[in-house]
């Protein structure tokens, strides 16, 4: 969603100056629209962990899954950036990160930016969360959003979903973190979500070597909804959102 | 445990003949006693295949994790065999294979074993299964065990606990099959039982190609151990035990 956003925004100041056909106006108008994006996503990415310190309070790990940090957007991302601000207020915070089949996500983008910058992280398959949580090692959930229905219901990464659930069950806080235009008000909940169905040879074939047999089915939904339910707040710009 | 077990049993057999100093008969008996042994967990796979049936009635849709059919024992397997036994009934049952990483046995084996008998057979990534529920395409979940505590306490491949609490949490039973041997009286509950860490390259470079950044940090626990609250009931030769 934000993608198009920023895309429709950068094209509809290009058409105001195009329309006086000055062509190096409009090349200037581009790069000066993606500049002020970019400051804006900055600024709401950091605000976002700021706001996130206070579910970090007498918490040593999070657990998060798929990418949802620097690599995904600017500057310190959502899930992460409660992380990322923590580390900089010398408030240690160790990470483990869900590997994120199919496309681990989480084993090639989150644990390496994290490592990047020097916050300890720990990478685990996504069926081994809950046995995870059961020894203790998790103190708080956090993960990113792709669309957030009006009553909190929240759509993002295929496996999101049970993580929230064996949460519940260990009484971990789950949080979400995400920019306030990730609501969707015409959406009431998040029954009528529509999910993404991706191709089989994500999981059959997806790391360049066949790991199942030829021509088998496959069920790969790209997400799924977690109901607000199992959700303790959603973390935003504007401060956090509680049920 | 059941390798070694049948090792033994072999062992002492051949000890047996050997006292004699009879070099022939000593291997006619190695051979006569695997052939038993053989013989008694086909026996014992169909038994249990049968057994299962009462749990399977008015089911369609199986769910299962790793692998715990005929590449894993001998004939029907454990966690299979109510499936199998069912096909040849005419009762027929649709199984969604958790692909069970790290190592896949699910992708790679449960699919592959199914296929080849033509039970129908859908693959999906052990982050799918809670979804998977939710969506109400899973009637039961039969997973296999490696040891079973005195109280019921049961450990299987790494993600069958936070696949039992998926389960709980929809409603949907779930069940273990497995020798009766697999008990371990000597464990009052599953606390005690070792948790196998396995090497992190079954994680990060898991097929031959890497997958996450060098030198990361992995936790791989081979196995999980599900409290007794989360079965339904334990389908072994000599019956299903239910709490």
Redesign the interface.
């Known amino acids: 969603v934000n993608l198009q956003w920023a895309l429709d925004r950068v094209r509809t100041r290009v058409r105001e100056v195009l329309s006086e056909r000055d062509v190096p106006a409009a090349v200037q108008a581009v790069l000066e629209e993606a500049h002020a994006i970019l400051d804006e996503d900055i600024t709401m990415c950091r605000t976002i962990g700021e706001n996130g310190q206070e579910v970090l309070q007498s918490c040593h790990t999070v657990l998060t899954h798929c990418n949802a940090g620097g690599l995904a957007t600017s500057g310190y991302g959502t899930a992460l950036a409660p992380v990322y601000v923590a580390a900089e207020q010398g408030h240690a915070i160790h990470v483990?990160a869900?590997?994120?089949?199919?496309l681990?996500q989480g084993?090639?983008i989150t644990?390496?930016e994290l490592?990047q910058v020097g916050v300890?992280?720990?990478?685990?398959?996504?069926?081994?969360?809950?046995?995870?949580m059961?020894k203790g090692?998790v103190d708080v959930v956090i993960v990113g959003a792709d669309r957030i229905a009006a009553n909190g219901d929240t759509a993002n990464k295929?496996?999101t979903?049970?993580?929230a659930?064996?949460a519940?069950?260990h009484n971990v806080p789950f949080y979400v973190a995400a920019p306030y235009s990730t609501f969707d008000y015409d959406l009431p909940t998040g029954t009528d979500i529509p999910i993404e169905e991706r191709a089989p040879d994500e999981?059959?074939c997806?790391?360049?070597?066949q790991?199942?047999?030829d021509n088998?089915?496959?069920?790969?939904?790209a997400f799924?909804v977690t109901p607000v339910e199992l959700i303790s707040g959603i973390i935003t710009e504007k401060g956090v959102w509680y049920p």
């Open positions: 483990y869900d590997e994120t089949r199919p681990l084993a090639r644990a390496f490592q300890p992280v720990t990478v685990i398959c996504d069926s081994m969360a809950a046995w995870t059961k090692k295929i496996g979903y049970g993580l659930i064996a519940h069950h999981i059959t997806g790391f360049g070597r790991t199942a047999p088998v089915d496959v069920y790969n939904p799924d």
